[in-house]
């Protein structure tokens, strides 16, 4: 009798399972390639991550249809999210995403974009800060690296990926916090930042964990100073700059936003997509690797968190103009 | 020795079955998708790389560096035949290519371009075997400032391509650095140059775009007025026994151009953010201002089609050298194979070499097996792009358009580059009309957005000080050796003048 009746709850328990698979799995389902736009030009982070993405849903057969990246990074993103405001198929087409995604509206108001206005769908991870030098500087800390900068009396040479960009806006915090004086010189990506550290064309920089870790492992490079919220698993000896004692932490978003105006039916569906790719194996020994940290949020709290971080980066914009 | 042991394990590594299939699949694949006019390697790699999963990723790098090289070699081949190029990297291969094929001597254009490609591919291997950690720590030390002084060199060597109008060359710099210069602002981060307001200038003017245009859509206009239409594209004869003697006509003609070009372009591909689009640029110019008769080149010189060609198969090994040592892309292609790099699990950057031995030196194994294969499948495809060329010009024009518009759509997918190649093309037409000469143009498009943030790099390094060109170790001698270049023609006119006034009196 045991053996029928758990035979029977099995049964049941699969035709439930079937039930809910079949109406989440079958009520929208892309019914051509997705277009799969990412912010920024091949090559660079945000790159790196889409085909990440791209490459764990293909190995999963996780979608009827493929995930196509295109690349659209000009004018710091405004290129990706034109593209996204006025496609005439909303359903299909999703963004991979950076901080620019509030950033460049803010920058370039002409543009006329909204991104309240976009679909949330999966907020992947984010992407801490952390303060870079060369080993040969033989800076070991943050205060040492304030004295080293505060002696060279605006010789100092930091490194960055452009006036406006993520890593600008702290570097911003750290000039006007220790009133310090130094050289911004601008570069096309994170990576050729890390490079031109290694190779001590600058003094120093502020970089992803993920675009720096070769040089940080070869010894080339040493962290001082982590602006996350907590100290990074990977680099448990390095202080944040809330243990310092000034409250700041700044991160790079990586999540995927749908375009505005794509139906319920294809957000549920993309939300649905992504949260699996989420709990691949594969993502989340990504996430370990590259120092990503989870935040993750449902599409309600992902919207709210939109305002918060549009209101935030505002404020951080006009710090940064004054 | 322990290098010779190590290679001795990677190259038995490469010709294992499955690898060695994988190079001869790749080589092929890529062969085609480099002859696709737009489609270059990185596209090939891009969307070949998910499928990569289902080999282990010492043979799935093996498999993308084959498409890396095949692309190589195959974009010479619609440069040649039909005057697009095929590829980015392959531009300066029209600039002989195509007349070596409208005078009917396209196989040995063909034959140039396949033999000079396997020579560079040979001699940038045996370098990179030889030297890669001593030219990883090259590469980091060239700053802003040596990499603008190598532009500067570029251009320099440019500045005679154009023939004797040094004006004229000038303008098409110049109107090339003002293409370069849409889109956005590095340095500000602001959109700049955004033409008429169209959203599709936000993403700068992709040189394919311009390269496509003028050659592809440009020669083709050129061919229909200068010909009335009348003609078909001349006899193309192939016989094994011409392919022999065009051999020995490339061996002679060609050896000072694949020699630059091999040494050259893999120094220009170590170089992180160069590549191999300039180096086969550089090659060009360079073999062109050695030459005893520069005034051949762009006239059907084999001399002509040896140097790119030799050198963007010995950039693309070149570019691999960063990617591998420093974990650093080259080129845009190996910034996409880093990126499978991390999906397949390994970590890139400067212990890759020695916590990853044996993928590090399978991949290189390759890089000698990849090159042989391509040599093979190369010279076995010629007779059938012959066969090609002698289709009458009635169906070969509509053919060239039809590529030539896919070709520009692909590189970005907007239809807005659609209609801007379309107006370069006819630009293109009424500007050689007035011997405008558009090669500096081209180049200019290619090396503006390189040269541009490095001059305000450096600039900003010095606080505005143009001396940090010159006081630099490494800076200093090219930035030298460039004015001296730029400054020669003007030394030539002032001579000449003087002697005629000698003569006169």
Known sequence: MTFTRRFVMAASAAAIGLASFGATAFAWEPVKPVDFVIMAGAGGGADQIARFIQSTAEKNKLTSRPLVPNNKGGGSGAEALIHLNKTNDPDHTILVTLNSFFTTPLRQENLGIDVMTFTPVAMMGVDPFVLWVHKDTGITSFEQWLDAVKAKDGEWVMGGTGTGQEDSLVTTFLKQTFGLKMKYIPYKGGGDVAKDLAGQQINSSVNNPSEAKGFYASGDVVPLVAFSDERLPAFPDVPTIKEKGYDFSYYNQRAVVGAPGQSAEAAAYYQELFETIYNTPEWQGYMESESLAPLWMNPDEQKAYWQLQIDRHKELLAKMDQ | ?505
Not at chain 2, 9 to 28: D, H, K, M, Q, R
Not at chain 2, 100 to 110: F, I, V
Not at chain 2, 153 to 169: H, M, R
Request: net charge neutral; charged share 10%; hydrophobic share 55%.
């Open chain 2, 1 to 505: 020795m322990e290098i010779l042991g190590l290679l001795g394990s990677g190259l038995l590594e490469a010709i294992e079955p499955l690898n060695l299939a994988l190079i001869f699949i790749g080589v092929t694949v890529g062969l085609w998708i480099g002859a696709m006019p737009g489609l270059g390697s990185v596209n090939g790699v891009a969307i070949l790389l998910p499928i990569t999963f289902l080999v282990p990723p010492g043979s799935a790098i093996i498999f993308l560096a084959a498409i890396y090289y095949g692309a190589m070699y195959g974009g010479a081949i619609s440069s040649i035949t039909l005057g697009i190029p095929g590829a980015s990297t392959a531009v300066a291969t029209t600039f002989d290519g195509r007349p070596l094929a409208l005078q009917g001597r396209a196989s040995l254009a063909l034959v140039t371009a396949a033999l000079a490609s396997f020579v560079g591919g040979t001699v940038s291997v045996l370098l990179f075997t030889g030297f890669a950690p001593a030219l990883a720590s090259v590469a980091l030390s060239f700053g802003p400032p040596e990499i603008f002084a190598l532009m500067l060199l570029a251009f320099a060597t440019f500045v005679g391509l154009g023939g004797d109008d040094i004006p004229k060359t000038i303008l098409s710099i110049c109107l090339g650095l003002v293409l370069a210069a849409v889109g956005y602002d590095e340095v500000s981060g602001a959109p700049r140059l955004i033409l008429f307001d169209i959203s599709g200038f936000l993403h700068g003017i992709n040189f394919l775009v311009l390269a496509i245009g003028v050659y592809g859509i440009g020669e083709m206009l050129w061919t229909i007025d200068s010909t009335r239409g009348s003609i078909t594209m001349s006899e193309a004869k192939l016989t094994v026994k011409g392919m022999v003697s065009d051999a020995k006509e490339a061996t002679r003609r060609g050896w000072k151009g694949t020699t630059i070009g091999s040494l050259l372009g893999f120094f220009v591909g170590v170089l992180p953010a160069a590549g191999a689009t300039p180096g086969s640029l550089m090659a060009y110019g360079v073999t062109k201002m050695v030459s005893r008769n520069p005034r051949e080149f762009g006239q059907g010189h084999p001399g002509g089609v040896a140097a790119p060609e030799a050198a963007n198969n010995s950039a693309s090994t070149g570019s691999m050298l960063p990617m591998i040592t420093l974990g650093i892309p080259g080129s845009p292609t190996t910034a996409i194979l880093l990126g499978g790099m991390v999906i397949w699990g390994l970590t890139p950057g400067p212990r890759l070499f020695v916590d990853e031995s044996e993928f590090v030196w399978g991949l290189i194994g390759s890089f000698y097996v990849s090159n042989f294969a391509a040599l093979v499948i190369n010279l076995a495809f010629i007779p059938l792009f012959i066969w090609m060329l002698r289709m009458p010009f009635t169906i070969l024009a509509p053919m060239i358009f039809v590529l030539s518009v896919v070709g520009g759509y692909a590189a970005v997918r907007d239809m807005h580059d659609i209609w801007l190649m379309v107006v370069f093309g006819i630009s293109a037409f009424f500007l050689r009309k007035f011997d405008y000469p558009l090669a500096p143009a081209v180049l200019a498009i290619v090396l503006g957005p390189i040269a541009e943030p490095t001059l305000r790099q450096s600039l900003l390094l010095s606080s505005g000080d143009p001396m940090i060109f010159l006081n630099r170790p490494v800076a200093g001698p090219i930035t030298v050796i460039a004015v001296i270049l730029i400054l020669l023609p003007l030394f030539k006119v002032i001579r000449n003048k003087m002697r005629g006034q000698k003569m006169a009196a």
